[in-house]
């Protein structure tokens, strides 16, 4: 079958390598010049198939309230006269239950099980260097009401297969020297010792050789100006360059997916948040995590990048619901660098930081829309969120199971476009 995938990001390129394995031509399209160049470019930069509970959870709402009153917080909301951004926060807020909230994180936590084991068998299969390396997670906290519900959290995942530690402060810096600078804050920390680390954009830049080498064809610097129906079916893409057609069509294309689709009649509960990077090079005389760190206070994640032309320190956080810009406001930038470098002040070169902005393409419950659209040929790898990365080999499979017409390993319907929150008015 001719498949075209919309979208060259984590999600887009996994995709359309898992499809090209199972024996369908392959065709990519993005508006940029190369993969992996939007939310993938310079994200977290963690695999965190274990730790994967939603941003949507019990008392995050009135958290975020105060988040959003504080310049420095780790949450900031620009009101939108538009329905889009409303209408996402309150289906967000209807999903910060607590029973929604352990649903939603045992429906991630399978999902991302599996997509570790893909992602290995894809490891063992292919030679891709992207400075992967299993070094363990350690979220630390500075307050101990939030480690404790930190802790329920690991018993619950720890119910259904995922191997996680619960430390005391003292235990956080023997097993990370690196967080000296926050021995007095610390409360403690959950470590899982199967977590990893990987660069995204350099991932996606290996799918990239491995498709072209097998025959898929690759149009970069192509922007998407609308989908190519005909008799009712998706046959294809338009192009200011021309249709590209297909017998089926994945759209993969993150936030920029709700236009293509809104033409169409169908909403997905996509939206845009922004989040911000920093990557700094790391010299002989640094002292960065060995592990990969969550700062549960500031929200801000810590993932060591090594490589044979020097180790990078990828330092990422923030939560702007602020539109589709992309914009780097200095006074975030400064903020994240403030509360990174007192956090770690001898991790890595602070004068010499490469900034970023990316949009996270987030559902209101946290979880991915994976398979059919409701029109035929048309089907949906959206939305991940803050988990592309990690769950894009998995998503990938499934989509090409469904559209193979095999049934996938994971039950489909947690991930479908027609759950409940899709609907919501």
Request: aromatic share 6%; charged share 20%; with cysteine.
């Amino acid at each position: 079958m001719r498949i075209l995938v919309i979208g060259a990001g984590v999600a887009g390129m996994t995709a359309a390598y898992s499809l090209q394995q199972a024996g369908h031509q392959v065709t990519v399209l993005d508006r940029e010049a190369k993969p992996g160049q939007g939310a993938s470019f310079a994200n977290g930069a963690q695999l965190s198939y274990s730790y994967v509970a939603p941003l949507a959870a019990p008392g995050v709402v009135g958290k975020a309230m105060g988040w959003a009153l504080d310049p420095d917080g780790p949450l900031q909301l620009k009101p939108s006269l538009g329905l889009a951004q409303w209408r996402w926060l309150a289906e967000f807020m209807r999903c910060c239950t607590a029973e929604r909230f352990a649903a939603t994180t045992v429906e991630l936590l399978a999902l991302g099980q599996y997509s570790r084991r893909l992602m290995h068998s894809l490891m063992q299969r292919e030679t891709l260097d992207f400075c992967w390396r299993m070094n363990g997670k350690l979220v630390v906290f500075r307050d101990q009401s939030e480690l404790d519900g930190a802790a329920a959290v690991a018993r619950l995942q720890a119910e259904h297969g995922s191997e996680q530690q619960v430390l005391d402060a003292g235990e956080c810096l023997r097993l990370e020297p690196a967080l000296e600078a926050l021995r007095d804050v610390l409360a403690g920390g959950v470590f899982t010792p199967s977590e990893e680390v990987g660069d995204a954009q350099r991932f996606c830049a290996g799918l990239r050789s491995l498709l072209a080498e097998r025959g898929a064809r690759l149009l970069f610097g192509r922007r998407v100006t609308g989908l190519l129906l005909r008799g009712g079916a998706a046959v294809g893409a338009e192009t200011a360059e021309g249709p590209v057609e297909a017998d089926a069509v994945v759209l993969a294309g993150g936030a920029a997916a709700v236009h293509l689709l809104a033409p169409l009649g169908v909403r997905v509960p996509v939206y845009p948040l922004r989040g911000y990077s920093l990557t700094l090079p790391v010299g002989p005389q640094h002292r960065p995590p060995r592990l990969s760190i969550t700062d549960s206070h500031h929200k801000i994640v810590y993932a060591p990048l090594n490589e044979p032309y020097g180790a990078r320190l990828r330092v990422a956080g923030m939560v702007d619901l602020a539109g589709e810009s992309t914009e780097q406001p200095r006074a975030r930038l400064e903020t994240l660098a403030r509360q990174a470098e007192a956090s770690f002040p001898a991790a890595a070169d602070w004068g010499r930081a490469e900034s970023w902005a990316g949009l996270r393409p987030a559902t209101s419950d946290g979880k991915p829309i994976v398979g059919p659209s409701g029109i035929p040929g048309l089907w949906l790898n959206l939305g991940h969120g803050a988990l592309g990365f990690t769950l894009a080999a998995a998503t990938a499979q499934m989509l090409t199971d469904m559209l193979g017409g095999e049934a996938p390993a994971l039950a489909p319907e947690p991930f479908a476009l027609g759950r409940s929150v899709a609907v919501a008015a």
